[in-house]
């Protein structure tokens, strides 16, 4: 019996020692989490910004002139006097025909001029009847025009600046005048104009009355990344297709470096419209690991709280974000929240 209550006076005097040192335990934890230290961070204070909302098209660029060049009527061909990818002037002799037809014209002409200042010298003396003379002068018109019209048909110049893009026959071959080329049309060189380009696009109804001429906009081209080309709208249609309700609008695209070329794609950016937005450095905005959902943090009395955004459109090293949370004043913390929880404490480093 006297065992019994030895051993019960023992165990009462450890459960109690137990329950001391537990509760010893649980002090020493507050204490550590009273003490826990602080995160030192930066902020930068929120604030709304003026931002350009652009809308974006693709497109393909073209040729600003692309011209076809054949003569009037078939022939053969004596000579051709460039190649695929040559520059050329304006006014350079590409293409010279066959020139028979054109010397007997000439002949013609000059035995016509001849008998003209003769029946000339006659008619101012009264010598002739006026009919004779009139039908004369009108030979030696006929003729002329004639001539004029062989000579700019058997010798091509080039019409522009530009660079030859098609070669479709050799001297010596008979130019028939049957459509051959991607276009559906007959040439015998095809000669495009590549300083400047040109854009063709449809732009939704819905952007009409802001759409204005001489509107700059940005050109980018996929083999280029990173690299954006001036535009400058140069031409708006008056029309609206009602099949999509896209109305066209021509660019012109500056291209003096030579580094674009006809048929590239490209994506044009139209900025029609200005309006308040938040825009925080892209380091600021956080993604929740295996998901989708972005945060940020804001220091509120000397502690980090935690905000769910959603992220818009980028501007260079800023990204724009919607919340509701969000307002101008707050303190958004934009280094050192990689390690942050949500009601840890932060020390703003100045």
Do not use: W
């Not at 048909?153 to 050799?170: H, K, M």
């Not at 051959?180 to 590549?194: P, R």
């Not at 090293?317 to 942050?340: H, T």
């Amino acid at each position: 019996m006297k065992q019994i209550r030895t051993f019960i006076i023992v165990f009462t005097l450890g459960a109690a020692l137990f329950s001391s040192c537990k509760s010893g335990s649980k002090e020493e934890a507050r204490t550590v989490d009273a003490g826990q230290d602080k995160e030192v961070v930066k902020t930068m204070e929120l604030q709304m910004q003026t931002v350009a909302r652009s809308v974006e098209y693709p497109a393909s660029l073209e040729a600003y002139e692309e011209v076809h060049l054949a003569p009037a009527s078939p022939g053969r061909i004596e000579g051709i006097f460039a190649d695929v990818g040559d520059r050329v002037a304006k006014g350079k002799s590409l293409v010279q025909m066959d020139r028979t037809q054109l010397l007997q014209a000439e002949v013609q002409l000059k035995n016509l001029e001849v008998d003209f200042r003769r029946l000339d010298t006659l008619a101012k003396y009264g010598s002739i009847a006026q009919q004779q003379y009139d039908q004369l002068q009108t030979q030696y018109e006929v003729a002329k025009t004639n001539v004029e019209f062989l000579r700019e048909n058997t010798q091509l110049v080039a019409p522009f600046d530009g660079v030859i893009s098609g070669r479709y026959f050799e001297p010596g071959e008979m130019y028939s005048g049957a459509p051959n080329t991607a276009a559906g049309k007959a040439a015998v060189l095809s000669v495009v104009q590549i300083d400047r380009l040109k854009v063709l696009v449809p732009v939704s109804e819905k952007y009409f009355p802001e759409v204005k001429n001489r509107m700059e906009t940005t050109v980018r081209v996929d083999v280029y990344p990173g690299q954006t080309f001036a535009g400058r709208i140069d031409r708006i249609h008056p029309t609206i297709d009602p099949a999509n309700r896209t109305f066209k609008v021509e660019l012109v695209v500056n291209n003096a470096k030579g580094l674009l070329r006809p048929g590239m794609f490209a994506r044009i950016a139209f900025e029609l419209d200005k309006e308040e937005a938040i825009l925080l450095p892209s380091m600021a905005v956080l993604k929740l690991q295996g998901s989708n959902d972005r945060y940020l943090f804001v220091e509120e009395n000397g502690v980090a709280r935690r905000v769910s955004v959603t992220v818009g459109r980028r501007y260079d090293d800023n990204i724009e974000v919607f919340s509701d949370e969000l307002k101008p004043g707050a303190r958004v913390i934009v280094s050192g929240q990689a390690r942050l929880l949500d009601g840890v404490p932060v020390e703003v480093k100045k």
